[in-house]
């Protein structure tokens, strides 16, 4: 067993590994997380799903004109 020790800092619950320590996909690994506690806690990540998420920062795309009703209902 091998050992990668790094320093990162929780993004939307998950921690990005370093470039350095790419692993291939599936691979087994044991995880060990250490922390300090502070007393101020950040706010806990929200749990929103992706359609959540673009309802609330919509994706703007320059040209885009959505389908009419009728032409929804063709295809």
Not at 70 to 75: G, T, V
Request: charged share 20%; proline share 11%; glycine share 4%.
């Amino acid at each position: 067993m091998q050992a990668i020790e790094f320093d990162a800092v929780v993004q939307d619950t998950f921690i990005p590994l370093p470039s350095s320590a790419a692993l291939p996909a599936g691979q087994a690994v044991r995880v060990v997380v250490l922390y300090e506690e502070t007393g101020n806690a950040p706010e806990p990540a929200s749990q929103e799903d992706a359609i959540t998420r673009l309802a609330r920062h919509p994706l703007i795309i320059p040209g885009f004109a959505p389908l009419s009703r009728d032409q929804a209902h063709e295809r």
